[in-house]
């Protein structure tokens, strides 16, 4: 598992073929972004985030090739959410 820690962006709920998810951006720094994956139960985790929290996900790498075209990607797919405190 990693960390990665940022700013949430958005929070999209998606739902392709009965597979639920909320997709948050995390902007860890003003030059990139992270999609991360929030699954079944887990999506109950965003509940009291919002857009332009500090936040720190722990994720695990999902990798998978499309059987229809054989591309391969990755997915971050969340384990724990918490926010950041800046003391």
């Known amino acids: ?7 949430i962006e958005s929070i999209e709920y998606r739902n392709t073929a009965g597979h ?8 860890p ?3 990139q972004r992270a999609f991360v ?5 887990k999506m109950d985790d965003l509940t009291y985030f919002k857009e332009n929290d500090e936040i720190a996900v722990e994720v695990t790498l ?3 090739i499309s059987k229809n075209s054989g ?4 997915n971050l797919v ?3 959410v918490e926010m950041v405190s800046y003391n």
Do not use: C, P
Not at 1 to 7: D, E, L, Q, V
Not at 37 to 41: A, M, S, V
Not at 71 to 74: C, F, L
């Open 62 to 64: 999902e990798g998978k």
């Open 1 to 7: 598992m990693m960390t990665i820690k940022g700013t």
């Open 29 to 31: 720094d003003h030059r």
């Open 71 to 74: 591309i391969q990607y990755n």
């Open 78 to 80: 969340a384990q724990s």
């Open 37 to 41: 994956e929030f699954r079944g139960r």
């Open 20 to 27: 639920e998810k909320k997709v948050v951006t995390l902007v």
